[in-house]
């Protein structure tokens, strides 16, 4: 069964740091291409960053470029989105996303408050 676990989400404060997990099980993770994406109250869900199935190529939404990074370790089948310099329009429920054979498969999201 093909799943995705989100976690590391939390409260923190502005000009901090978090680092996400996406885990994944059912499937080898670093033979797909992978996505973060985030929504927030009101919001519509918006791309944050991509990388491919190789790992050759990367994206970042241009708001969050320089502060967000995308790593993965494929011993445990994960992928991870370090974010540091954490501004409060960052608030939002993130979600890591891949897609198998033209099926997209989300995960559950987890919650990303930064305030004061």
């Known amino acids: 069964q093909v799943q995705l676990v989100e976690s590391g989400g939390g409260l923190v404060q502005p000009g901090g740091s978090l680092r996400l997990s996406c885990t994944a099980s059912?499937?080898?993770?670093?033979?797909?291409?992978m996505s973060w994406y985030r929504q927030a109250p009101g919001k519509e869900r918006e791309l944050v960053a991509t990388?491919?199935?190789?790992?050759?190529?990367?994206k970042y939404a241009d708001s969050v470029k320089g502060r967000f990074t995308l790593s993965k370790d494929n011993t445990k089948n994960t992928r991870y989105l370090q974010m540091t310099s954490l501004k409060p329009e960052d608030t939002a429920v993130y979600y890591c996303?891949?897609?198998?054979?033209?099926?997209?498969?989300w995960g559950q999201g987890t919650q990303v408050t930064v305030s004061s």
């Open positions: 990388v491919t199935s190789t790992g050759g190529s990367t």
């Open positions: 059912g499937f080898t993770f670093s033979a797909y291409p």
């Open positions: 996303k891949t897609q198998r054979y033209g099926v997209d498969y």
